[in-house]
């Protein structure tokens, strides 16, 4: 089945230490983004990326790199940068030629720093 | 880009519509109106999209006046399943601009 899969569900991680969030679409679709959520809060952007070899930085991309090596694929790296990581992630993908809001979310993963 | 705004929680009876309003005052010319839906733990789900006047699909509908500077989501004959979080999103089109930024979301608690 078509869809955006995220990976690891959960993941915990002692302060100080790198993770790398993954996310995966098959959807052909062209711009992902990467938001992250705090308990009770909406969803802050982090990266998005609408071609190959380019992303730009959201509201709050300080402590977070992403990459575009491939089409389908988003990865998001949690540096030690990032002060307070501990939070949920959402990957989300739309293709560009559809002029209208439907962004497609993955399930998310849930990040617990130590 | 165009802010949202919509209140941050309601509380409705089984059976009863609901209406969540959100304002955008500075939407574009180009910009979508899009509204999501998101249980705990979860993606959000992407209910319904419009530009002007009225939508309808099989779970919702979307009212935007002339103006266009707010929309309503209307949820009919809402159920226990219905309690989640609902976001407004102004989807810009114009072309190179790809920034989605959502807003705080409506927190709806349905009560039997």
């Known amino acids: 089945d078509g869809g955006i899969t995220q990976s690891p569900k959960y993941l915990f991680r002692k302060e100080g230490q790198n993770v790398t969030l993954s996310c995966e679409q098959n959807?052909?679709?062209?711009?992902m983004y990467w938001y992250r959520q705090d308990p009770g809060q909406g969803l802050r952007l982090i990266y998005y990326?609408?071609?190959?070899?380019?992303?730009q930085k959201g509201d709050i991309a300080e402590g977070y790199s992403v990459s575009r090596e491939k089409k389908e694929s988003f990865p998001l790296t949690v540096t030690s940068a990032q002060k307070n990581p501990t939070a949920f992630y959402l990957c989300?993908?739309?293709?560009?030629?559809?002029?209208?809001?439907?962004?497609?979310f993955g399930e998310g993963s849930r990040l617990t720093v130590l | 880009l165009a802010k949202t705004t919509q209140p941050i929680s309601m509380d409705s009876y089984e059976g009863q519509e609901v209406n969540i309003t959100c304002s955008h005052n500075?939407?574009?010319?180009?910009?979508?109106i899009t509204w999501y839906q998101q249980f705990p733990s979860q993606g959000p789900r992407f209910i319904i999209q419009?530009?002007?006047t009225k939508v309808t699909n099989e779970v919702a509908s979307l009212f935007i006046p002339a103006d266009r500077k707010s929309s309503t989501l209307s949820l009919p004959r809402v159920s226990l399943s219905d309690t989640a979080v609902y976001y407004c999103?102004?989807?810009?089109?114009?072309?190179?601009?790809?920034?989605?930024?959502f807003g705080t979301g409506t927190r709806l608690k349905v009560l039997a």
């Open positions: 500075n939407i574009a010319t180009n910009d979508y």
């Open positions: 990326s609408q071609i190959v070899n380019d992303f």
């Open positions: 999103l102004v989807a810009p089109t114009t072309s190179g601009t790809y920034k989605y930024i």
């Open positions: 989300a993908s739309r293709p560009i030629g559809q002029n209208t809001g439907e962004l497609f």
């Open positions: 959807l052909n679709h062209d711009a």
């Open positions: 419009g530009y002007k």
